[in-house]
């Protein structure tokens, strides 16, 4: 069993920074994807940044350059710097890992960029 844990979203003004985590557990291993996805109002669930177990890096056009990702393998953890957040930022925030023939996903936390 696989669960991942989100937090850190909240309200923050444009131009603000904040820090998701998200904490795997279950049967996890570190040679496994991990990644970050959005998905606001009305819109379809778009991919912000993951990172292949060797450490390869792959954002959102709208994202680069203002978000970064990292991981720690001993905790389990994946984290989202997001800066110079801007309110089309404004979406629930999902961790996702992939495994082999399978993604597991948390439960999102919100994030909300006021102008």
């Known amino acids: 069993q696989v669960q991942l844990v989100e937090s850190g979203g909240g309200l923050v003004q444009a131009g603000g920074s904040l820090r998701l985590s998200c904490v795997a557990s279950g049967r996890i291993f570190s040679d496994n994807a991990m990644g970050w996805y959005r998905q606001a109002p009305g819109k379809q669930r778009e991919l912000v940044a993951d990172?292949?177990?060797?450490?390869?890096?792959n954002y959102g056009v709208s994202v680069k350059g203002r978000f970064a990702i990292s991981r720690d393998n001993g905790k389990k953890t994946v984290y989202l710097q997001m800066n110079s957040l801007k309110p089309e930022d404004t979406a629930v925030y999902y961790c996702?890992?992939?495994?082999?023939?399978?993604?597991?996903w948390g439960q999102g936390t919100q994030v909300t960029v006021s102008s």
């Open positions: 996702v890992l992939s495994v082999p023939g399978n993604n597991y």
């Open positions: 990172m292949s177990s060797g450490g390869s890096t």
